[in-house]
């Protein structure tokens, strides 16, 4: 049996291509998170956008501890303050701006960039 294609995987064939428009910009609360799935076959690709202002970051939606999706049953990436990410399956927290987790089960891990931009008023990959 063939294992779905991992989420953090560069030459994930899911993995949408640099330039594909997401969303606009608009359409993320500010501050506040947007998940994105892409399926092609049975590769899966899930990331999500952090919006602060006009400032927009994207990671990989995988824990680097578990490898599980960060938000929970109610789909939210950030804390209450919106002030870091995360990760409903163990509470563990990272900084928006790198990633990098601040408290949590492992040392010296952080989340996975997936590259973002604003491009005319929408949230592009890059």
């Known amino acids: ?8 995987d560069p030459d994930n064939p899911a993995r949408p291509a ?8 608009d359409e993320i609360a500010s501050p506040g998170a947007r998940g994105f799935r892409f399926r092609v ?14 400032t927009v ?3 990989v939606d995988s824990c680097p501890h578990a490898g599980w999706p ?5 789909g939210r990436f950030l804390t209450r303050e919106n ?7 163990h509470a563990a927290l990272f900084r928006i701006e790198d990633g ?4 949590g089960p492992c040392q010296d891990v952080a989340l996975t960039p997936w590259p973002v931009r604003v491009v005319d008023g929408a949230v592009v990959t890059a």
């Open 1 to 8: 049996m063939n294992e779905p294609m991992s989420r953090t």
């Open 18 to 25: 640099p330039g594909t428009v997401l969303c606009p910009l």
């Open 41 to 54: 076959d049975d590769a899966v690709f899930a990331g999500f956008v952090i919006r602060k202002g006009e």
């Open 57 to 59: 970051v994207g990671y």
């Open 70 to 74: 960060l938000a929970g049953p109610n």
């Open 83 to 89: 002030d870091l990410i995360l990760c409903a399956g």
């Open 100 to 103: 990098a987790m601040v408290a």
